[in-house]
DNA sequence: GTAAATGCAAAGAATTTGCTAGCCC
DNA sequence: GGGCTAGCAAATTCTTTGCATTTAC
């Protein structure tokens, strides 16, 4: 469980994925951001791509995101911060609000053991979404 | 993507299912669920309790946790509340604080689109783990 | 020079699915 | 009795891993 490495190597392929990520708010797959790398990197195996998301993700640069059952998604956000998540398309959007940090002592005084951090996560429709539904019930 | 199914029949399958999850607050994964159940009913099968869950999660009986990149979790509460993770054992504690609705209007002044629901998990250490630690760090 | 990282491919783990027989309404 | 379900096993899908080679420091 405890990686006990000495160093982590700076690589061109971490640098590419990290940049990758950074470079876009959709929170992709572990698959996309193959795609976008091997676009400058041909030769960059998948492998390679899970062992640094991983890396990146111990490191803090890079969070991980499990929403539904399919796919880990990656957000290239290291801050923390909330997200909208459309449940129609499934597309997840970064929110501005401050985080409540007070939830945490709230918790705290119910919980025997120590707690941390918090992770907020809200559902709904997006605008795309809700155009969408209001066209085709009209067609109807 | 939508299922046009008629009805949904009960079965003693998903009866024994729903049994399994209402009584028990560990937030099991479905094989501990297979486990169980098995018990009472040695030739179901993996399948069915898999496609069991997803129908007891669409019905609204049951939600479906998703927590770190590996399994999948079920929580027979179908009533929202939080959860407290923590993230030395993996144990998810249900919390007894009250649900903050005004969340999602906050949000939803900020989205464009509709907010209807949320979802918060707090992390950190339970008490069983950090007495563990205080143990270990006292042999050292 | 040496340990860490890559590429490639094969293994693994969790979940889904196709098909026939059986059970619910 | 018709159609949803179960059982069984094979198939998928996402992710991890072993190993020889390459690369960063």
């Known amino acids: ?4 490495k000495g160093f982590v190597r700076k690589t ?3 640098g590419a994925i ?3 990520l950074r470079n876009t708010d959709t929170h992709p797959t572990a698959d996309w951001v193959y795609q976008e790398v091997r676009k400058e990197m041909p030769h960059v195996s998948l492998g390679t791509i899970y062992r640094n998301l991983k890396t990146l993700v111990e490191m ?3 969070q991980e995101l499990c929403y539904g059952s399919s796919y880990t998604r990656f ?3 290291p801050h923390r911060h909330y997200h909208f998540v459309c449940n129609e398309c499934g597309k997840i959007e970064d929110l501005e609000l401050d985080c ?3 939830l945490n002592k709230v918790v705290a005084r119910e919980v025997s053991g120590r707690v941390y ?3 907020l996560e809200f559902y709904g429709t997006c605008a795309e979404c ?3 539904e209001s066209v085709s019930s009209q067609d109807a």
């Open 1 to 4: 469980m405890v990686k006990a």
């Open 12 to 14: 061109k392929q971490r």
């Open 18 to 20: 990290l940049r990758v």
């Open 60 to 62: 803090g640069e890079v």
């Open 75 to 77: 957000d290239g956000n």
């Open 100 to 102: 409540i940090d007070e």
């Open 117 to 119: 951090d918090h992770r």
């Open 130 to 132: 809700m155009a969408e």
